[in-house]
């Protein structure tokens, strides 16, 4: 009886199966709509840079727009920030902001400071941190009062020559 069985069971298989009745393989699932890749767009031919330094010691800003240099058109803001290393670089519209704090006076002031024993007036000529002797003075750092002489080796700014012409009028030091 087992044997009649079994060969019911496979002559229903193989008539199905011939009938194609056959379990169907499972469908392909649905894929899951995804979005459309975006297109990587660079930086615009009418993008405006603006270019922002803060100086710390005095604790003004300069800033400067212009236009974005012509080899930065198309690139990336990941590959406009390693072309200018050293500032912090963001965007937003079609302006990219590229700032940079500085740890010195900015270029509106002069600044009299001890060169040697020697009052010199400084400058920052180029608006980065290095300050550039403009001249040396006939006063000796040693003949001030000691609290203007420890303020001459931190550095005394003017914010114009006006205002450090009068100061050197005013200077009751007498000149070696």
């Known amino acids: 009886m087992q044997n009649r069985y079994w060969k019911f069971a496979l002559a229903l298989s193989l008539l199905l199966g011939a009938a194609g009745c056959a379990a169907a393989p499972e469908p392909e699932p649905t894929p899951t709509p995804q979005p459309a890749p975006t297109a990587s767009v660079g930086i615009a031919a009418d993008t405006v840079v603006v270019w922002q330094k803060c100086y710390a010691v005095c604790d003004h800003t300069h800033q400067v727009e212009k236009p974005v240099e012509p080899e930065m058109v198309g690139k990336t803001l990941v590959e406009y920030a390693a072309y200018h290393t050293g500032y912090s670089v963001t965007q937003k519209g079609n302006q990219i902001l590229l700032s940079r704090t500085i740890y010195q006076y900015c270029p509106d002031h002069y600044i009299i400071k001890d060169d ?17 002797r403009i001249c040396r003075l006939r006063y000796q750092a040693s003949d001030l009062p000691e609290d203007i ?17 009068n100061m050197l009028k005013q200077v009751s ?3 070696p």
């Open 116 to 132: 040697g024993g020697v009052l010199a007036l400084f400058r920052n000529e180029n608006g980065e941190e290095e300050l550039t």
């Open 149 to 165: 002489r420890s303020m001459v080796y931190e550095g005394i700014p003017y914010g114009d020559i006006a205002e450090l012409e």
């Open 173 to 175: 030091v007498s000149p």
